[in-house]
């Protein structure tokens, strides 16, 4: 579900005979032996914390483990909203395709690219519709031509086999 570390040595779980520690307020209470330690988290009913196990003296902090972890989680679920996923889409057509066909991929196409995703377009050649490549670049600019005003080509069209494609990404506003 989350990747917080909650590996943390914990109370009794520490077993150096000297840490720093940290109050809960982030006063420093410099270094004391993890007995009287525990004591003042336990007088404060918390936790003590080492968050730092590599330094030397390790690092200990007295708080609210549980608290602690649930005010990371959410932190992490607020970031995770914020991020913007783009997919790809894409949109299939043969050399032979008309008009009326490009005006309606077109319209789906720009449905898309409203959303924030991108468009790969692909012009399929069976056959000998391969030796008319020049056809399918012009279907391809015709169908950019359309969607000038919503999107820029993010990768020009290019033959690649039998099919040429061409992506293209909503204009950044």
Do not use: W
Request: aromatic content about 4%; some cysteine; charged content about 35%.
């Amino acid at each position: 579900m989350n990747n917080i570390n909650k590996n943390f040595a914990v109370n009794e779980e520490i077993r150096e005979k000297e840490i720093r520690v940290i109050a809960d307020d982030g006063e420093q209470l410099g270094v004391i032996s993890t007995k009287e330690a525990l004591r003042i988290a336990e007088e404060k009913d918390l936790d003590l914390v080492m968050i730092s196990p590599t330094a030397n003296p390790p690092v200990c902090k007295i708080m609210d483990l549980g608290k602690y972890i649930y005010e990371q989680s959410k932190k992490e679920k607020e970031a995770k909203k914020k991020q913007n996923v783009i997919n790809l889409k894409e949109v299939r057509m043969s050399p032979t395709i008309e008009e009326h066909d490009i005006n309606i991929k077109a319209n789906n196409a720009r449905k898309f690219l409203d959303d924030g995703d991108k468009v790969k377009i692909t012009v399929r050649f069976r056959g000998r519709e391969a030796d008319y490549s020049h056809v399918g670049r012009k279907i391809l600019d015709n169908f950019f031509s359309k969607l000038e005003e919503v999107c820029v080509i993010e990768k020009a069209a290019k033959l690649e086999g039998r099919n040429m494609t061409m992506i293209l990404a909503p204009k950044k506003v």
